[in-house]
Each structure stands twice: as structure tokens, then as C-alpha cells.
């Protein structure tokens, strides 16, 4: 079974400040891929990365950076210098060709960033 | 890039009518679209599958002739909520990914349905 969890609930910030949202995962797959999403309060839910399970090259996109560690089943984003406007929910998720396509979600982290 | 287009945005409907979403791929052949659903503060719950021209896959415990899927083309699925209650108030949101998706899986921007 798939199964992605996101343990820290809420997080409050000041603005400036690093902040990093954790994401386990669990699969039986060795080809799957994971992803982070951010929902703004709006609702839509904005895609942030897919990384497939051989790639373990973490990536910087500007403020953005993730940490994908196999041996921990791990795969952490952090913000940098975190700014009001990230605020929002933030979605791990996890999906392999196997199982039809589909993504399981864990259960997002509501990040608040604040002046 | 890849859009999906998701209508309406919301919807208030009274009890016992039915309701229909949409949801449309833009620029991109959608070979597969999945609807999901989320109440407030929690995650997304995904309800079905559905592949162009086959009958749609569903969860275990979601109702088949409550939630209507529709996959007639490769753009477009549709949701209808039949004889919807109070308790299908909820925010619907489907994604699409087709034979080339460089930016994963794409989401519409949902549908907050009320139904009063």
C-alpha cells in the first residue's frame, strides 16, 4: 500500500525565516514518482516538483529547494527566506505507473507566513 | 504548458437537484482524469478514475450512481453529482495527465459545490 505522511500539521513562520515542510513515504514500488503541490487559499493546487525514484539529485528552484533521500524514504522542501505569499497548504504525494496513475496525497502542511 | 479547465467554480444548489462539473484539457490530449474530493482543512480524496471512452474506476466506498463520471473524449470528463444532500457539499477538483505530461499531473481549479 501507498501511504505519504506529513506529520507536521501547521507551521508558523516569520517572514525571512527558512522553513522546512517534511514528507515520509512508503511503497512497495521501485519505480514510483513524488511530488509536492502548494494550494493557495483559492484552492487550486499549484505543482511545485515530480521527482521519479532513480533521481535522487536534490534540486534549487530560487527559493525552493528538496531533499530526496531514499535510505529515510524521505522527501523534504524547504523555503528559504520564506515570504508572506507562501502561504498556504503544501500536498507530498506520491504516485507509480502500477497502481493506474494514481496519487496519494498525504495530508498537507498549512505553512503561515507572517510580518 | 499543460491546462485543465474546471466549470463551474462553484455552485449552490438546492437539495435533491442534480449538478454537473466539467472539466477540460486545453492543450493536451487527457488519456486519463481523476476526480478527487476535499472537505475543509483535510486532504485531497481521490473518487474515481476514468480513461477516454471506458467506464470510470471508483474508490472503495464512493458511491457509483451518486457520483456520475463521463469520459467521452480525450478532453473532456465530467462529474455529476445526482440527487445531491447537504452532505456532497464539498470542493471537487480533477487533474488529467496524457501521453506526455512534462509537469506531472495537472489540476483544475475546482469546484466548491453547496448544496442547501
Known amino acids: 500500500a501507498q501511504k505519504v505522511t506529513q506529520a507536521q500539521t501547521e507551521i508558523s513562520v516569520v517572514e525571512k525565516e527558512d522553513v522546512t515542510l517534511d514528507c515520509v513515504y512508503e511503497t512497495r514500488d521501485t519505480t514510483y514518482y513524488l511530488f509536492w503541490y502548494k494550494q493557495p487559499p483559492s484552492g487550486e493546487l499549484v505543482f511545485l516538483i515530480r521527482r521519479n525514484s532513480f533521481d535522487e539529485q536534490n534540486e534549487i528552484s530560487g527559493r525552493y529547494s528538496w531533499n530526496f533521500q531514499k535510505s529515510t524514504s524521505s522527501f523534504n522542501f524547504t523555503i528559504t527566506a520564506s515570504q508572506v505569499v507562501d502561504s498556504a497548504v503544501y500536498f507530498c504525494a506520491l504516485g507509480f505507473t502500477g497502481g493506474g496513475n494514481k496519487l496519494t496525497f498525504g495530508t498537507g502542511t498549512q505553512l503561515k507566513v507572517e510580518l | 504548458g499543460a491546462v485543465v479547465s474546471q466549470h463551474p467554480s462553484w455552485v449552490i444548489c438546492k437539495s435533491g437537484t442534480s449538478v454537473k462539473i466539467e472539466c477540460r484539457s486545453l492543450?493536451?490530449?487527457?488519456?486519463?482524469m481523476f476526480w478527487y474530493r476535499q472537505f475543509p482543512k483535510q486532504s485531497l480524496m481521490l473518487m474515481a478514475t476514468s480513461n477516454e471512452g471506458s467506464k470510470a474506476t471508483y474508490e472503495q466506498g464512493v458511491e457509483k450512481d451518486k457520483f456520475l463520471i463521463n469520459h467521452a473524449s480525450l478532453t473532456l470528463s465530467t462529474l455529476t453529482v445526482t440527487s445531491a444532500h447537504p452532505e456532497d457539499s464539498s470542493f471537487y477538483i480533477c487533474s488529467a495527465i496524457g501521453t506526455r505530461y512534462r509537469y506531472g499531473y495537472t489540476f483544475g481549479s475546482g469546484t466548491r459545490l453547496t448544496v442547501v
Open positions: 492543450d493536451f490530449q487527457a488519456t486519463t
